[in-house]
């Protein structure tokens, strides 16, 4: 046999690299070695032994004799006609390859006092116990059953030409579906042409952005207080947030045109963080606003948990020419689908159009395809429901713990949404209570994150995700960590 003249994937074996007349031997020192420093994980099925010795152009013999060896030694196990599985690691061996761990924070009054582009992902890493971060639905309850029904179905139903690459804007049958959901839900009337297909709203501000600096808008007017995350995406995109103050009305219209900006973010169903709603006079105001050259990027964020208080309508239902519209399952389903959709202005679509289509051909197609299923079988409405009920009890035993552990904080948008925001009347400063609570194994966000004017003090505590009892033990750490502050 030449060297290096047959070799495998698996592993990158090579028998260029084997010892003449040594082959049995050279196989199961290579198989011990990938064992031992976790190449091969304790679990894992080695290749058939017909399929490994095609590859590597030898005697299914010699395979048999390594796979025999490991055996004996105890490393490996035959399971019949399932394969040969790893089932142990040699006791001295090279230390195994571990997934690297979650970063500690060494300073966390550092990450609450100068939030970088990369602190959701450090507080997400932090080790803690007790989670109130916000913006989550109950995990727990997504409906993994029907997913996975629907999945079927789909897999069941798709020609070959299905798996190809597909339409930037999504695959029809789910633009379809979204129109639909919109109409019912929302109040928005649209065509499923006018339908952009993203991962998520991250990605939906992403491409807003980068087409409205390439046409010189590159000023986006934000909520003040807003969302930290929203205002890092313009800013890494090259766009300004000048901010504009938020009352128990929503943005201050009069405001926003002081600023001179011609976009703005809002969040007019459930404003993040104080979760106000938009009211009527603003809402003619921002028309006035619109008609004079603005754009509004609405984040219809929160929308469908309400608990204490009618629907509210969607802003892209009033003013359809000046309003690019944003949502996702994120908070119905769960963040780890990355689905979204974004319904523009004519004369922005060809351009997010093509700014989709350079970033990703297009979001993957198969879960667009469940999604569609499931919102066209009523199945979301159903999810919807259940949900509801689960995130009021969870939102009562927040309220009631918070008026039982700080009998000072004031709460402010518990009507709907995930989270509520708590502020303090002469507190210690909101991002000291952060650092220390998380010392402590709970999870907050600070007030000031989501602040660009000083502001009194407070918190943004998420309540979807934990049981009663946790969200009371996290709510009673935080009491004790503003007690020992002040």
Do not use: N
């Not at 979650?102 to 450090?122: E, N």
């Not at 502020?423 to 007030?447: C, N, S």
Request: proline share 8%.
């Amino acid at each position: 046999m030449a060297p290096g003249a047959a070799g495998s994937d698996f592993l990158q074996l090579d028998t260029g690299d084997a010892p003449p007349g040594g082959l049995a031997d050279w196989l199961t020192r290579r198989l011990r070695e990938a064992i031992a420093d976790g190449r091969l994980p304790v679990g894992s099925r080695l290749p058939p032994s017909r399929l490994l010795a095609g590859e590597l152009r030898l005697s299914r013999g010699v395979v048999i004799e390594a796979y025999r060896r490991l055996t004996e030694d105890g490393h490996a196990a035959g399971r019949g006609r399932h394969g040969t599985f790893v089932v142990a690691a040699p006791t001295a061996a090279v230390p195994a390859v571990r997934e690297p761990a979650p970063p500690r924070l060494a300073r966390p009054d550092g990450l609450f006092t100068s939030p970088g582009a990369d602190a959701f992902d450090a507080l997400r890493a932090a080790p803690a116990r007790i989670d109130l971060s916000p913006g989550l639905p109950d995990l727990a309850a997504f409906p993994r059953a029907a997913w996975l029904a629907a999945e079927r179905a789909v897999l069941g139903s798709l020609t070959p030409a299905a798996f190809g690459y597909g339409d930037p804007r999504g695959t029809p049958e789910l633009r379809r579906a979204l129109v639909h959901w919109l109409a019912r839900t929302r109040g928005i009337v649209a065509d499923p042409d006018e339908v952009i297909v993203v991962g998520g709203v991250a990605q939906a501000m992403g491409l807003v952005a980068q087409v409205l600096v390439r046409e010189g808008i590159d000023e986006v007017a934000v909520e003040d207080p807003g969302s930290l995350g929203a205002r890092q995406h313009f800013r890494y995109w090259g766009a300004a947030t000048p901010p504009v103050p938020v009352d128990a009305e929503g943005v201050r219209v009069d405001a926003l045109r002081a600023t001179g900006a011609r976009a703005v973010l809002l969040t007019p169903a459930h404003q993040f963080p104080t979760g106000v709603v938009l009211g009527g006079a603003r809402r003619r105001a921002l028309m006035d606003w619109v008609a004079d050259g603005g754009l509004v990027l609405e984040d219809d964020y929160d929308a469908e948990h309400r608990y204490d208080r009618p629907p509210v309508a969607a802003l892209r239902a009033m003013l359809a020419d000046g309003v690019c519209y944003m949502g996702s399952v994120s908070k119905l389903f769960a963040p780890a689908l990355r689905l979204g959709w974004l319904l523009a202005p004519a004369r922005y679509r060809e351009a997010l159009v093509d700014a989709k289509r350079f970033t990703d051909l297009g979001s993957a197609a198969l879960p667009q395809l469940a999604l569609a299923r499931l919102l066209e079988s009523g199945e979301l409405e159903r999810h919807l429901r259940q949900l509801r009920r689960r995130h009021r009890r969870r939102r009562d035993a927040m309220i009631e713990a918070i008026g039982a552990r700080l009998p000072g904080a004031v709460v402010h948008g518990a009507a709907a949404g995930l989270h509520l925001m708590v502020t303090f009347e002469g507190g210690p400063d909101d991002a000291a209570v952060a650092a220390a609570a998380l010392e402590r194994g709970v999870k907050v966000q600070p007030l000031s994150w989501h602040s660009l004017r000083p502001r009194r003090p407070g918190l943004v505590l998420g309540y979807a995700v934990l049981p009663a009892s946790e969200i009371a033990e996290g709510v009673a750490t935080v009491a004790e960590v503003i007690h020992d502050l002040s």
